[in-house]
Every structure is written in C-alpha cells, then in structure tokens.
C-alpha cells in the first residue's frame, strides 16, 4: 500500500521548535520530490517547502526562509520538516505530498498524507 505518514506535531509556544517527519511505505522517495504544505482554518492549503529528488534542491516559502529546513533520508525513506523560531501564524494541518519536481503545481501532487496539527500558543 502506497501511502505518507506525517508525525511530530503539537503543541509548541512560540519561539520554540518541532521536527515533522513523512515517512513513506510501499514505494520509495528516491525518485520522487517531496513537498510539505499547511493549512490554516479558513485558508486555503498552502506550499511550505519541497526538497527535489534529482539534486536535492530545496525551495522555500517566503513565510518559513530562515526558520524551517526541509531535509531527506533516503535510508529511512523519510523526508523532515525542522522548524525552528515558530509564530502564531504556523499553526495549521501540515502535509507532505509526493510529485515529479518542486515546480510542479499543487494539483500534481499525487501521494498525500493525512496531515498533522502543530499548534503555536503561549
């Protein structure tokens, strides 16, 4: 069975960090890029970071530049989310999700998880 399975969130105050892993079974990331996305109550689902399978590029929304660092372990078929200095506004669902590239659009992303909350709250 092809699936992702997210893990690591919770309740954080702000400043303070958490580590989101995707581990996926049933096929491997290796050649795969991989994305996290969040989304908020009321808002639409956003793209977060994604790590690229060829060259292992990393892009990053303008939002998480310099607080969150997207990495992946091809031994643990695992991609991690280390997000560091969180805000208020982080809290959301997150997901990761499989597509070709980190270009690709939000609706080719194919294989999704099914999300963890991260709260951020004094």
């Known amino acids: 069975q092809v699936q992702l399975v997210e893990s690591g969130g919770g309740l954080v105050q702000p400043g303070g960090s958490l580590r989101l892993s995707c581990a996926a079974s049933?096929?491997?990331?290796?050649?795969?890029?991989v994305g996290w996305f969040r989304q908020a109550p009321g808002k639409e689902r956003e793209g977060v970071s994604c790590?690229?399978?060829?060259?292992?590029?990393?892009t990053y929304a303008d939002s998480v530049k310099g607080r969150f660092t997207i990495s992946k372990d091809n031994a643990k078929n695992t991609v991690y989310l280390q997000m560091d200095r969180l805000r208020p506004n982080d809290t959301a669902v997150y997901y990761c999700?499989?597509?070709?590239?980190?270009?690709?659009?939000?609706?080719?992303?194919?294989?999704w998880g099914q999300g963890t909350q991260v709260t951020v709250s004094s």
């Open positions: 790590v690229d399978s060829s060259d292992g590029r990393t």
């Open positions: 999700a499989t597509t070709g590239w980190c270009d690709a659009h939000i609706s080719e992303y194919e294989v």
């Open positions: 049933g096929f491997t990331l290796d050649y795969w890029a």
